[in-house]
């Protein structure tokens, strides 16, 4: 397996921070990720309910990635606090 070759548009790694689990309008299901920069990207999560289907996936489509790229960071926009936007989008102690 070869490695992509890095796009000079690709985004710093971040850290993430919290992890929502969401299921879109039409019935897909995504990661709503929330990174340390206080910004928020989705990736796509494989339905795990089929446990013939969940035993021949690979573990890193299981489990939500721990860093990902966010180019918010990359146009310029400003850090902002991540506990802001989880209390926006829901999450945490109510």
Known sequence: MT???RSPL???RREVVYIFEREGSCG???WLL???CGHAVSR???DSSSLAQALFRPLR???APRHVQC???EMGAEMHD???IIQKLGGGAQ
């Open 3 to 5: 490695r992509r070759t």
């Open 10 to 12: 690709a985004g710093p």
């Open 28 to 30: 897909g299901l995504y």
């Open 34 to 36: 929330v990174l340390a």
């Open 44 to 46: 796509r999560r494989q």
């Open 61 to 63: 489509e299981k489990l």
């Open 71 to 73: 180019h918010y960071c």
């Open 82 to 84: 991540p506990w802001a």
